[in-house]
Nanobody
Framework: VQLQASGGGLVQPGGSLRLSCAAS????????MAWFRQAPGKEREFVGR????????YYATSVKGRFTISRDNAKNTVYLQMNSLKQEDTAVYFC????????????????WGQGTQVTVSS
């Protein structure tokens, strides 16, 4: 299983970024996908998740209304559209896959991407 996250970078407060996570080595359409983030000195935290079918996306309170998760099962890719970015969104963002059930706990996910750095700064 390989998850390759990309799309991070430096953006000013209020700006937008779109992260992508390309999956290989697994039947992607059978996996629920999630995004997490980890800031320096902090624990990895849940950002949002999306079910296999692409429906029922769920978000952490801190990003709800600003971030949108989507997926393209034909391309084996999950996306994280981030709008109205704030300095506190600065972190390494990870995608993760879970075949059975849904969860917000990092320990429940066996498959992880390498992470992509998002820095929000003026």
């Amino acid at each position: 299983v390989q998850l390759q996250a990309s799309g991070g970078g430096l953006v000013q407060p209020g700006g937008s970024l779109r992260l992508s996570c390309a999956a290989s080595g697994l039947p992607f359409r059978n996996y629920n996908m999630a995004w997490f983030r980890q800031a320096p000195g902090k624990e990895r935290e849940f950002v949002g998740r999306i079910r296999r079918s692409g429906g029922n996306a769920y978000y952490a309170t801190s990003v709800k209304g600003r971030f949108t998760i989507s997926r393209d099962n034909a391309k084996n890719t999950v996306y994280l559209q981030m709008n109205s970015l704030k300095q506190e969104d600065t972190a390494v963002y990870f995608c993760a896959a879970r075949q059975w059930g849904i969860s917000q706990r990092p320990s429940d996910f066996a498959s992880w991407g390498q992470g992509t750095q998002v820095t929000v700064s003026s």
